[in-house]
């Protein structure tokens, strides 16, 4: 039961991040690696913005594993970190009622 609620909590954090996101009406965006050829400006109507980016250069499988597992790392640490600190947190608040009450 304790494990699902991990999850349930992990899970309702990250929709909100992805929503928080969907709000701002940007998506961050991450610096792209130095190529041989600079990216081509394709003018887009009506986005507000003056160019959309587009290459012709596809990530290589190392960038793609590396990118894969940095992400399920940080799912990982996030999830122990929530959860310690909700065990933490539970904790001292029942101590606190225990010598409050009795």
Not at 6 to 24: D, F, K, P, S
Not at 40 to 52: E, I, M, W
Request: hydrophobic share 55%; proline share 6%; glycine share 8%.
């Amino acid at each position: 039961m304790a494990y699902l609620l991990v999850i349930v909590v992990a899970a309702a954090v990250g929709a909100a991040a992805y929503l928080m996101t969907l709000r701002q009406g940007t998506a961050p965006t991450a610096a792209a690696p130095s190529r041989v050829s600079p990216p081509v400006g394709v003018p887009v109507a009506g986005s507000g913005q003056t160019y959309l980016t587009v290459t012709d250069t596809r990530p290589d499988w190392e960038s793609r594993l590396t990118g894969a597992l940095g992400l399920v790392i940080a799912v990982i640490a996030g999830a122990a970190v929530l959860a310690f600190s909700a065990y933490v947190s539970v904790s001292f608040l029942v101590k606190l009622i225990k010598h409050s009450v009795g």
